[in-house]
């Protein structure tokens, strides 16, 4: 890709204008390191459900505020798509623009947020041991999966969405654009997508926590830039569980100032305080 000189002006205006806001203290703390994946056992007391979703699968949930979905690639083979909505009212969902641009960053890793449409918290990432996933390119379509594997038949993102959104009572105009887990996508400085190979890892996990009652539809098929080509036959495990409560200075609503406001929003939509007392 080349890039015209009006984008490249753009580009540096846009750049200019970070440095400024982060010159002003506006820009996000420093994140830590990825979670070793010897690391975060999970108490076996705390354990709602475990699933296995087999490769080309989906699987659609409810997890309610306070619990942890915990996705697993098993193989180190697999990328994960995820869609999420507002349980009470499906209008608000994910939405990966705001996620990317209100938090400053298109890497998802530990401590960031996955916001939603009316600018609350849906879901914090508060483990992650490969901060290799994709904001930006979005799930697998049939023409994908003809292009690269010769064979648009083997299942792929899109219509799993649109399966798991017709179990959970949704339509297909509520497939909306995914995030994708292990899935180690990058932009070079002409504005190329790389797959960054060696990135994923046997045994890699994230772990979701959901910051209000959601509905989520998961999705285990390659991601359009794998350059595997041959499908891959691997499954993906996931742990529902019961996870402590926030503290104060917890990493997701303290990471930037507008995850704070998220979590504010959180707390007026709940009608509470953000320390958790009834207004």
């Known amino acids: 890709m080349i890039l015209t000189e009006e984008q490249k002006a753009e580009i540096a205006a846009h750049t200019k204008r970070y440095n400024e806001l982060k010159a002003a203290g506006h820009a996000p703390r420093a994140l830590p390191a990825p979670t070793a994946r010897d690391a975060a056992p999970i108490d076996a007391a705390a354990v709602i459900h475990r699933e296995t979703i087999p490769s080309g699968w989906y699987w659609a949930t409810r997890l309610n505020r306070g619990e942890t979905l915990r996705i697993v690639n098993a ?4 990328t994960v798509s995820m869609l999420a909505w507002n349980a009470a009212d499906t209008t608000e969902r994910l939405n990966h ?7 400053w960053a298109a890497r998802l890793q530990k401590g960031r947020v996955l916001l939603s449409d009316m600018g609350r918290a849906l879901l914090g990432i508060t483990e992650d041991t490969s901060a290799a996933h994709d904001t930006l390119v979005g799930g697998s379509t049939a023409a994908t999966n003809q292009a690269r594997y010769g064979d648009g038949h083997v299942r792929n993102t899109r219509e799993n969405f649109i399966l798991a959104a017709a179990k959970l009572g949704l339509d297909r105009r509520d497939v909306h654009p995914c995030v994708s887990f292990f899935a180690p996508v990058a932009v070079d400085a002409e504005g190329k997508f790389l797959w960054g190979e060696g990135r994923r890892h046997e045994g890699d996990f994230v772990d979701l926590r959901a910051e209000m009652d959601l509905l989520i539809a998961l999705s285990n098929c390659p991601h359009p830039l794998d350059p595997a080509t041959s499908y891959p036959q691997a499954s993906v495990e996931i742990v529902r569980y019961r996870a402590a409560a926030p503290s104060a200075d917890d ?3 303290t990471a930037t100032a507008e995850a704070a406001r998220a979590f504010e929003n959180n707390a007026l939509y709940f009608g509470r305080t953000l320390e958790g007392a009834a207004q």
Do not use: E, F, M
């Open 75 to 78: 193989s180190g083979q697999s």
């Open 97 to 103: 623009a705001d996620t990317i641009k209100v938090q």
């Open 251 to 253: 990493l997701c609503r």
